[in-house]
């Protein structure tokens, strides 16, 4: 008779690992700051890895995931989607008007609006979509970087009537990246201040080295990458 073959390992994957790890520091970090657990929301940041790199995750449970680019999604989350049709997926960098259209058919999620001619396109690919929307999140630009994305704190109150009542756009949350150089905890509560004065109850921010502090200052979501994946492949030139 021969011998059986050898059990499959059911270890976990090291990104199951790093994923447990970071879910488990987000529950401290709420019940730290008096929150429940599932007030928090996070977003497996998948950008650069491929779907190889993205399914131990998938496999693990997790559903919320994280993407810059239209085009790389584009590449690797169809298929990925078919496998599992309930993952979420989020757009969490710049969306250039010309990639809209694209964009409504990949994304559940858009947290990087942050221009007129955005808000207008989108207004116009929703209607075309039969009002098929995802849900929107301004980028507010807290340390008004100049080579950063988002609206300045000064203009978003404006900004986000504009989305709201010029084109009827849902916009639920906020979204920022404060500056790598400065503390993160007062670019949290200047977004959160802005969040309160609009009535919206989303907050996407907070990454892999200041998610719990974004926890303390009242985040929805967390945006984490690396403590997850581990350290990002190289981006191909060109």
């Not at 008096?34 to 977003?43: D, F, Q, T």
């Not at 950063?148 to 920022?176: N, S, T, W």
């Not at 502090?213 to 945006?223: E, I, P, Q």
Request: charged share 25%; proline share 9%; hydrophobic share 45%.
């Amino acid at each position: 008779m021969s011998a059986a073959p050898p059990a499959a390992s059911s270890a976990p994957s090291p990104v199951a690992l790093r994923l447990a790890e970071v879910e488990a520091a987000i529950a401290r970090a709420c019940r730290d700051a008096g929150r429940p657990a599932e007030a928090v929301k996070l977003i497996a940041v998948s950008k650069t890895f491929d779907a190889e790199a993205i399914r131990p995750a998938l496999a693990a449970g997790h559903r919320r995931f994280g993407e810059n680019r239209v085009q790389e999604a584009k590449a690797k989350w169809p298929e990925l989607k078919a496998e599992y049709p309930d993952a979420e997926l989020h757009l969490i960098g710049p969306l250039q008007t010309n990639k809209v259209r694209e964009a409504l058919a990949l994304f559940d999620v858009i947290h990087t609006l942050d221009r007129p001619s955005l808000a207008k396109e989108l207004a116009k690919e929703i209607a075309r979509a039969d009002g098929k929307a995802p849900r929107l999140m301004v980028q507010v630009n807290t340390g008004e970087e100049p080579q950063k994305a988002g609206v300045a704190p000064l203009e978003a109150d404006a900004f986000i009537r504009m989305c709201r009542e010029d084109y009827g756009l849902p916009v639920e949350g906020l979204m920022c990246i404060p500056p790598a150089e400065e503390p993160a905890a007062p670019h949290f509560a200047l977004l959160s201040t802005i969040a309160r004065r609009n009535g919206l109850a989303t907050l996407s921010m907070g990454m892999s080295g200041d998610y719990e502090t974004a926890v303390a200052l009242g985040a929805t979501h967390v945006r984490v990458g690396s403590a997850i994946f581990g350290g990002r492949p190289p981006i191909p030139a060109g």
